[in-house]
């Protein structure tokens, strides 16, 4: 699998992490409050639970962090511990990305350098130039290495 592969699918589950740490906050939330009805309608009901959007979390804490204070704040250090949570997998994806030096599908690598590369193939330009650009590349090759 090629690295670009790897960084996008490391992408999406660290923010499938994130967003699951607020999901789950804001339904903690939901339970503690005993599903009110003025918590507003549920996005939809799993085993006669209801289920709300992640993003009502915010809405919620804005309009009752006065009445339940210390709710909302340990539903933001859930929803944060799900962003650390997510961070931290962040950052191993990048250490194990990194040391993936088996699959190298990265340009510019210094294959050219082999020796058999050095000499120019048989081709029509290079004959009409009767071994000049031979006779050049091997003055660079010398002149280069006895830098």
Do not use: H
Request: one cysteine or more.
């Amino acid at each position: 699998m090629t690295p670009t592969k790897l960084l996008v699918g490391q992408i999406l589950i660290v923010f499938a992490i994130v967003i699951l740490g607020v999901w789950f906050a804001t339904q903690w939330v939901a339970v503690e409050l005993g599903y009110q009805a003025r918590l507003g309608s549920p996005w939809f009901a799993a085993f006669r639970i209801p289920v709300y959007f992640p993003w009502r979390l915010f809405e919620w804490w804005y309009a009752y962090d006065a009445y339940a204070p210390q709710l909302f704040n340990r539903a933001g250090a859930i929803a944060a511990s799900g962003g650390l949570a997510g961070c931290a997998v962040a950052i191993a994806g990048s250490l194990w990305r990194a040391r993936q030096t088996r699959f190298v599908t990265t340009y510019g690598s210094s294959r050219w350098a082999l020796p058999r590369r050095w000499r120019l193939p048989r081709s029509s330009w290079r004959r009409r130039m009767g071994g000049a650009v031979e006779r050049a590349g091997a003055q660079e090759l010398s002149a280069g290495s006895a830098r």
